[in-house]
């Protein structure tokens, strides 16, 4: 299964007790994405499934929507001048984490594209290429982050973070199952798109 690593926080505890009660012998690997062309890995059944958004991926490929998803910000409970709420003037003036998403694909790339137009490029402090490891960050700094609900959804509850609605109109986007028309109708791939959808 590609995803990102929130991708595969998401699908992977879904799966395990279903496949511990009906299919017990069944091994899961999580493939990073970027590791190859995810067209190419669907293709050659390298991979079975891929998880998240992906707008480029087409030639060959199906999709099934599972879910709609949406932008929050990430800051620490004790952010010493956010609150509760998070005005266009606070956004602008914080210190910022953002994650790249360049060259995956992935759906991602249009808001890390937004957020470099509206953050002044000083105030961008820390990039990284994961979105839990943004949020850790956030935990233990005055920065903030703006990711996918899921991202939060992810981490448990953490005490330690607060979720606040971006004062930017971040679009959301549909989170998806992709896999290749050659699989389509392989019994294993229609079980295993079956059972993930069922989940959510």
């Known amino acids: 299964?590609?995803?990102?690593?929130?991708?595969?926080?998401?699908?992977?505890?879904?799966?395990?007790?279903?496949?511990?009660?009906?299919?017990?012998?069944?091994?899961?690997?999580?493939?990073?994405?970027?590791?190859?062309?995810?067209?190419?890995?669907?293709?050659?059944?390298?991979?079975?499934?891929?998880?998240?958004s992906y707008p480029k991926l087409y030639a060959g490929v199906h999709e099934r929507t599972l879910y709609k998803e949406h932008y929050v910000c990430l800051v620490r409970a004790d952010h010493p001048t956010i609150k509760n709420r998070l005005s266009l003037s606070d956004y602008e003036q914080a210190k910022h984490l953002i994650v790249s998403a360049q060259g995956l694909g992935h759906i991602h790339e249009q808001a890390e594209k937004q957020l470099y137009?509206?953050?002044?490029?000083?105030?961008?402090?820390?990039?990284?290429?994961?979105?839990?490891?943004?949020?850790?960050l956030v935990e233990q700094s005055n920065y903030i982050a703006t990711v996918p609900s899921k991202v939060a959804e992810a981490l448990g509850g953490r005490n330690n973070l607060r979720i606040l609605k971006p004062p930017i109109k971040v679009p959301s986007f549909d989170a998806k199952l992709y896999w290749h028309e050659r699989f389509h109708r392989e019994p294993a791939n229609q079980w295993l798109r079956q059972t993930i959808a069922s989940t959510f």
């Open 1 to 52: 299964i590609a995803a990102s690593e929130v991708g595969h926080m998401m699908v992977f505890p879904r799966l395990i007790n279903i496949l511990e009660e009906q299919a017990p012998n069944i091994k899961l690997t999580a493939v990073p994405l970027g590791l190859h062309s995810l067209i190419e890995q669907l293709e050659s059944g390298e991979t079975d499934i891929a998880f998240g």
């Open 117 to 136: 137009e509206v953050c002044p490029e000083e105030n961008i402090r820390v990039v990284t290429h994961n979105f839990l490891v943004s949020a850790l």
